[in-house]
């Protein structure tokens, strides 16, 4: 019954969302602009509900010369491309609002699995065991509030594997409540691969 109404919630909540952050997502772009060159917002394909790809919306964080189609926290010295105002942007996710609009377009929902990048052919594979690629990807999940870039790949496609089998009103509210508690902890956030934060 609850995935019936999902997505109009998603839909709901995303728009007023939109509206009444936009004054705070237009000081951020003015941030991003003057702080580094290059566009406000970065671009990127990512894999959808069914594996369908998409292109995913964010706030500009690194320079605009960082390998764009590899995951942040397997790069070897990340920090070194992360522009001035990223480093903020990324620890409070505030570089995540412009995703607002995928959920408004249908690309994605308030909660689920994070969108994988499209060559993330491991995570995609693995999530394939769990039916976690056949339901829409989510601004937050199980897996970003259980430990995020933390988490070994085989345990995050559980985690999504879980919430896909076990998709409810109440564990969404459960979900977004303990998303506001990680963002304000920053917890979660790995920059640069293993080798490098050694």
């Known amino acids: 019954?609850?995935?019936?109404?999902?997505?109009?919630?998603?839909?709901?909540?995303?728009?007023?969302?939109?509206?009444?952050?936009?004054?705070?997502?237009?000081a951020l772009a003015l941030v991003v602009?003057?702080?580094?060159?290059?566009?406000?917002?970065?671009?990127?394909?990512?894999?959808?509900?069914?594996k369908k790809h998409f292109v995913i919306y964010k706030f500009r964080t690194m320079r605009t010369d960082a390998p764009g189609d590899k995951a942040t926290h397997l790069l070897n010295d990340a920090?070194?491309?992360?522009?001035?105002?990223?480093?903020?942007?990324?620890?409070?996710s505030l570089d995540e609002l412009p995703?607002?609009?995928?959920?408004?377009?249908?690309?994605?929902?308030?909660v689920g699995p994070r969108p994988a990048l499209w060559n993330q052919y491991d995570l995609i594979a693995e999530r394939d065991k769990y039916g976690a690629n056949d339901v829409l990807p989510g601004l937050t999940g199980l897996a970003q509030v259980d430990g995020r870039?933390?988490?070994?790949?085989?345990?995050?496609?559980?985690?999504?594997?879980y919430y896909a089998n076990h998709i409810s009103f109440g564990l969404d509210v459960k979900l977004i409540?303990?998303?506001?508690?990680?963002?304000?902890?920053?917890?979660?956030?790995?920059?640069?691969?293993?080798e490098d934060r050694k």
């Open 79 to 92: 920090k070194s491309y992360i522009t001035p105002a990223g480093a903020f942007l990324r620890k409070s």
């Open 149 to 161: 870039d933390e988490l070994p790949i085989p345990e995050k496609a559980r985690r999504d594997g």
């Open 99 to 110: 995703q607002l609009v995928n959920i408004i377009r249908g690309d994605m929902a308030i």
């Open 33 to 50: 602009k003057l702080t580094s060159p290059g566009p406000v917002l970065f671009k990127q394909k990512r894999v959808g509900i069914h």
């Open 1 to 26: 019954m609850y995935l019936h109404i999902k997505r109009a919630i998603d839909f709901t909540l995303s728009l007023l969302a939109l509206i009444v952050l936009s004054p705070l997502m237009l």
């Open 177 to 194: 409540l303990r998303t506001f508690i990680s963002v304000i902890r920053f917890e979660g956030v790995v920059e640069g691969a293993k």
